[in-house]
């Protein structure tokens, strides 16, 4: 099992950066493909960015890209999304999710709030 622990949200104005980090418990984290995802009031959960286990393969959601950037360190069991130029529809709770690659187990973080605004 694998425990994912986010951090770094928070209050931001239009225009501005944030880093958030997904820390992971448990020694077989470079088997896991990581997801970031985001959920605004009202809406659904939303897919913005996926890194294979080796961070040879990424993608972005079209609302995001050329502004966010997915990465990992295998070595400290983290993954990161460096999110510049951010504007108030990103505003959201952003989740990490991690999907076992041949157990297909899946496990999500609780959650940290990012919230743009002037």
């Not at 952003?94 to 002037?118: A, E, K, P």
């Amino acid at each position: 099992q694998v425990q994912l622990v986010e951090s770094g949200g928070g209050l931001v104005q239009p225009g501005g950066s944030l880093r958030l980090s997904c820390a992971a418990s448990g020694s077989t984290f470079g088997r896991y493909v990581m997801h970031w995802y985001r959920q605004a009031p009202g809406k659904e959960r939303e897919l913005v960015a996926t890194i294979t286990t080796d961070g040879d393969s990424i993608n972005y959601a079209d609302s995001v890209k050329g502004r966010f950037t997915i990465s990992r360190d295998n070595a400290k069991n983290t993954v990161y999304l460096q999110m510049n130029s951010l504007k108030p529809e990103d505003t959201a709770i952003y989740y990490c999710n991690g999907v076992h690659t041949s157990l297909r187990s899946s496990y999500w973080g609780q959650g940290t709030q990012v919230t743009v605004s002037s």
